[in-house]
């Protein structure tokens, strides 16, 4: 890690811009929030990389943003001080368990509010984990508890709550959440499907990220964008048209069959868990309890961000 000595003359020269802290800069999101800032002529980006793992934000760094080597611990504290020296927002795009978004977070946050950071986006980029029922969603859970600890602790520190809904990606509403399998051409669905669903892509959420990071207004704490709103049967016109093929619907059941279906799969215990996490978000989806309300797409209205149809067409699926 390079020293403050070392640093000084760099951080003397971003006073001149806005500095942006970023962690979780190695992940798909966090590489497109960070590339994203790069974009911007008046911000400087600060990332946060573990020692040894320099060469996953490679890309940042040849667009020379600057790296601070460390973690999200008490051991890394002169780190994490140095990062969030000078910077007006910290972003956070760090995924895992609690001890990375609960305690990592929390050292991250004091270091923030400590540097005097005016904004902090905590990783949140989900449904409205504030509305999901307790224990639906486990990973939700742990964000809800961070929210709790950052509403006590972060000072002066204004934190915003980024919420995209689902990602549409072929990894997550065509691979995790198997909303629709391209494959094998089906889409699947419980209940009615009448519920509107919240879908945005990564690259949209990095970007309203982004505008919200380097806003110099007050930012809503919970700050809710989707890139298409569609109902189950919206969804699969908007892919039928898209792709000019046909979908088979399969219909698994009631939403009381989901619950069913949920807590059989608990069963087998933590080992299953990846079996029904994704039952538990498509749940939470379908049911309306995770619906964001209100979208806040026209706070940046640069911004068009890309439809279902739009993506698939883009996708070739």
């Known amino acids: 890690m390079k020293s403050e ?25 966090g590489t497109l929030i960070g590339n994203a800032l790069l974009d911007k002529q008046d911000v400087r980006l600060r990332v946060l990389v573990r020692p040894g793992s320099r060469e996953k934000v490679a890309g940042l760094e040849k667009r020379e943003a600057q790296v601070v080597e460390g973690a999200l611990g008490p051991e890394s504290r002169a780190a994490l001080d140095l990062l969030c020296q000078g910077a007006s927002t910290v972003i956070s795009a760090v995924q895992g368990g609690p ?13 923030a509010r400590d540097a005097g950071v005016n904004r902090f986006i905590p990783s949140d980029y989900s449904l409205d984990l504030f509305k999901v029922k307790p224990g639906h969603i486990p990973t939700s859970e742990m964000r809800r508890q961070f929210a709790l600890v950052a509403d006590a602790e972060r000072g002066k520190v204004e934190v915003v709550h980024v919420l995209n809904g689902g990602f549409l990606d ?13 494959e094998k051409q089906t889409a699947y669905v419980w209940g009615d499907g009448k519920q509107p669903m919240d879908w945005t892509t990564y690259l949209d959420t990095a970007r309203y990220t982004v505008e919200a990071a380097v806003d110099e207004r007050p930012v809503p704490r919970i700050f809710s964008v989707a890139g298409d709103v569609l109902d189950f049967e919206g969804l699969v ?10 979908l088979r619907v399969e219909r698994l059941g009631s939403l009381e069959d989901l619950d069913a279906r949920i807590e059989q799969l608990k069963q087998a215990g933590p080992a299953q868990f990846l079996s029904y996490l994704p039952l538990m978000y498509y749940r939470s989806v379908l049911n309306g309890e995770g619906k964001l309300a209100p979208l806040m797409n026209d706070r940046y209205p640069a911004i068009r961000p890309t439809t279902v149809r739009e993506y698939v067409v883009a996708e070739g699926l």
């Open 170 to 182: 072929r990894g997550v509403l065509f691979g995790f959440i198997r909303v629709i399998d391209v």
């Open 99 to 111: 001890e990375v978004i609960i305690d990592g977070q929390t050292h991250l946050l004091r270091a």
């Open 5 to 29: 000595e070392q640093l000084a003359p760099a951080i003397e020269g971003m006073m001149t811009r806005q500095t942006i802290a970023l962690v979780g800069g190695t992940g798909h999101l």
């Open 237 to 246: 016109r908007a892919y039928e048209s898209g792709s000019g093929k046909k």
